[in-house]
């Protein structure tokens, strides 16, 4: 009958889709030779959400770490009615020259016409984040970065202060499923990222954490 004394619980935050995930969240992705053996069926801990701002848009880059210390980036896609899982991982120079040689991928940079660029060699380690060749699938574009989770929240003017501007340029494979992304920054710090598209449904078992 003292029951009403006690303080009230709040009632725990539900999770519904991917696209709801904050910091400190985690999700499981599905146990599938789709992945490495570092991602599949693993628990990942969402560690940040970033903003990547366009004159018209925005993509939103939730930063995923595992158990074991692996870091791995997620934008959530949606095209024709449709939602993708785009997992991302940054590869370092050494890596680029391993993989297409640093001259044929210097070709990015030095022609005017969209690039065609093919895989010359395909590490183990890489597999499942690597396509035979990519496309470039538009010109070069500026986007603003900030490392901010906007999406409850309007997007500051575009160009305006506050967000680090940045040149993206985008390639992909025939099918979709794989995309190789280069940012460079002020200054010409280059940063080259390995994508592998899938469906979102991989993403399960999604773990709310204390994010309000």
Known sequence: MFNFFKSKKA??????????LKKGDMFTVIDSFAYPSWLKGQTLRVTDVQTYQYQHSADYELVLESDAGKVVFLQIERSDGEEWANFSIKIQRDEVDEIFTLDEFARIFDEDDLTYLEVKNTPE???????????QSESPFVCYFHNKDYRSQPLPRYEQEGGEPCEMICLE?????????????????????LTLTRPITDIVDLFPGDAQ
């Open 11 to 20: 009632p725990e935050r539900q999770l519904n889709h991917p696209s709801e």
């Open 173 to 193: 494979s025939s099918d979709g499923s794989h995309g190789l992304n280069i940012e460079i920054w002020d200054g010409g710090e280059t940063e080259v990222s």
């Open 125 to 135: 380690r890489y597999m499942q984040f690597l396509a035979k060749s990519y496309q």
